[in-house]
């Protein structure tokens, strides 16, 4: 009986080890939130028992989201476009973004008091998580209209996003603030406070991914590759459940929200929800020309590290084969074969 | 080296305890080089464990040239020009002045302990309520010094203020009733006055102790003022330290927290020489 036991054991224990097994981090945002439901609702256990691996889910805060990713603690996670670039594609991590989900279509915003205009900026303060997405808003929103020599002259003061509401609120003397949702909800709602730009003025500019790095995708016994579909797979079954509002509700509890709240960031949110729409727009030229100015920016700031001498040196591979910088230096890939797999239905 | 060297009697001798003292430093410094150098064999752009030469450049690059959001126009001019108008410097600068206020702000803490634990009324008045405060955990209040502070100097000193003085308070408030209650009485047979006794007779005998309790809180200080420049702030040392955490600059982190260790370390130094100079009957700790 103990023998029988044991065995049983052992087989088990030894079925476990074999099976494959990787890990996705995701943070709290509108676009990623699915991620929790996905997990819980067993979705994802669904295809990664189709595809033989297993998959585990980790939520995170957003910045060590990205730093597991770069240590390679984590095989994939989610981030934006330009973090993809600054963070583990400019430290040597090879990158492949598999899944375009969406873009911020207003999710993010400069807001300002008492009725300024950008051109009233230069000399006043403002509060922002520097060398973000936020710092990126605001100088496209000064380049689009004409006052890009104004931008150093604006006191920019780098503040916590878990403080910059209250932040902002509570001291009048900041003029201006970029931030996010939910807190552009929360500091929008003060009296005398105005929106003057926001990320739909900018479409396809902040996109939201999901990466994988490129040496799990290649692992010579292809279980890397059937990661990626079986995430894939599970992510477009979870996108088409998110008409419901019991669904709804399912994701927003992810985040400790309401669905009220999660549907008004889901309304400023442009999601990809059919893997056709997403490879769409994953293989256009359009693509290209935002993630040139993406890539420009943060060369311009520094982000792609002290020892990168020139943009070129963190190159960008597109889905039509063409690259941006220097070809034997791709760190960063678009890659829409997956959801183009998707889209067959031949997942 | 005879059996018994681990025992409580043994003396080690100049060279072992030269060797042992700094054996941890090695250990720790030739640990990281190994992991360092691994790490780069396998990826030369890893950003996570910097090389030497990449911080000594990094470090370099922070004393002497100007920071990024600075006009670029300053790097001309002599060593000294360029030093004080370098990142390190503006970030030290901005670091220290918080630091010293702080500091100051410490010293009505100490006075207030004194007068607690010597006047009844004072005491009674508010000895409970600081009890109760000390124990309230500053950072979570942030939102409301924002509210109250501003997001400028004040909120970041009073963050300081609020998390450290109520430890000083209760300290110097515990040290004063150890003075034995016979010294009081007799100061006061020979004629001195309630601030006499107060000023002249407790504070001499309590201020080494206090002025030690200060040093050891310096950390907590530090620790304070480090979360409220990562929380809101346009410089300092870990304004800088937030910031290049955001694209993996260690090349630069590391440096800057070996600076501030030194830094600390000297002021520890400073407080512990001053102590010894004002107080030389002091032996105890």
């Not at chain 2, 509210?147 to 408030?173: N, Q, R």
Request: proline share 3%; glycine share 6%; charged share 20%.
């Amino acid at each position: 009986m103990l023998w029988r036991f044991a065995t049983l054991l052992f087989l088990a224990a030894s079925a476990f080890a074999q099976k494959p097994s990787f890990t996705v981090g995701w943070s709290v945002y509108a676009g990623w939130t699915p991620y929790h439901y996905m997990n819980k609702s067993g979705i994802l256990r669904k295809w990664a028992d189709k595809y033989g691996i297993a998959i585990k889910v980790q939520r995170f805060d957003y910045a060590p989201s990205l730093d597991a990713f770069v240590a390679k603690n984590i095989d994939a996670c989610t981030m934006t476009n330009m973090e993809a670039l600054d963070m583990p594609a400019a430290s040597g991590v090879p990158t492949t973004a598999i899944l375009v989900g969406d873009y911020s279509n207003g999710n993010d915003a400069l807001l300002v008091r008492g009725g300024l205009q950008l051109k009233d900026l230069a000399g006043k303060k403002m509060l922002l998580v520097e060398k973000t997405v936020s710092e990126y808003l605001f100088d496209r929103a000064m380049t689009i209209n004409g006052l890009r020599d104004q931008i150093k002259r604006v006191r920019m003061i780098n503040t916590s996003d878990s403080d910059i509401a209250t932040a902002f609120i509570g001291d009048t003397s900041a003029s201006a603030v970029v931030t996010w949702k939910p807190m552009v909800s929360q500091i929008a709602k003060q009296k005398g406070v105005t929106s003057l730009f926001n990320s739909s003025q900018i479409p396809g500019e902040i996109l939201d991914l999901t990466v994988v790095r490129t040496d799990v995708l290649a692992r010579p016994d292809g279980a890397g590759q059937k990661f990626a579909k079986a995430l894939t797979g599970a992510w477009y079954e979870m996108l088409a459940q998110m008409k419901d509002d019991k669904v709804l509700a399912g994701i927003a509890e992810g985040s400790q929200d309401t669905v009220a709240s999660y549907k008004e960031q889901l309304s400023t949110t442009k999601m990809f929800y059919s893997p056709k729409e997403a490879a769409d727009f994953g293989a256009s030229a359009d693509l290209k020309a935002k993630m040139a100015l993406v890539r420009q920016f943060c060369f311009e700031h520094g982000l792609l590290g002290a020892n990168t001498k020139a943009v070129d040196d963190v190159a960008i591979r597109y889905p039509d084969g063409t690259v941006q910088g220097k070809s034997d230096r791709v760190r960063l890939v678009f890659d829409v074969s997956y959801m183009q797999l998707a889209a067959q239905g031949k997942l | 080296m005879a059996a018994g060297f681990l025992l409580i009697h043994a003396k080690p001798g100049r060279a072992w305890s030269v060797a042992l003292s700094w054996f941890l430093f090695l250990a720790g410094i030739g640990a990281y080089l190994w992991v360092a150098q691994a790490r780069h064999r396998e990826n030369p752009e890893d950003r996570v464990t910097p090389t030497v030469a990449q911080m000594a450049k990094g470090m370099y690059n922070a004393v002497m040239q100007p920071a990024e959001e600075d006009e670029q126009a300053a790097v001309e001019g002599g060593f000294l020009t360029r030093l004080s108008r370098s990142m390190l410097w503006k970030d030290t600068r901005a670091t220290s002045r918080r630091f010293l206020y702080a500091l100051v702000l410490l010293i009505p803490a100490v006075i207030l302990g004194l007068h607690m634990g010597l006047f009844p009324y004072v005491g009674e008045f508010f000895l409970r309520f600081v009890l109760f405060f000390d124990k309230i955990v500053a950072l979570s209040l942030l939102p409301i010094l924002f509210i109250a502070f501003g997001i400028d100097e004040l909120s970041k000193i009073m963050l300081i203020v609020i998390g450290v003085t109520p430890t000083i308070i209760l300290d110097s408030f515990n040290l004063t009733r150890g003075v034995p209650a016979e010294q009081v009485v007799k100061a006061f047979t020979l004629g001195a006055g309630d601030f006499d006794v107060a000023y002249r007779v407790v504070l001499k005998q309590i201020a080494p102790r206090v002025l030690n309790s200060i040093r050891l809180n310096l950390k907590a200080v530090m620790l304070f003022l480090f979360a409220g420049e990562m929380i809101a702030s346009q410089d300092g040392l870990a304004y800088r330290i937030a910031l290049l955490r955001r694209h993996m600059g260690m090349d630069v982190i590391i440096p800057y927290v070996l600076w501030v260790a030194l830094l600390l370390f000297l002021v520890d130094l400073a407080m512990r020489t001053v102590n010894r100079k004002l107080h030389p009957w002091f032996t105890e700790a």
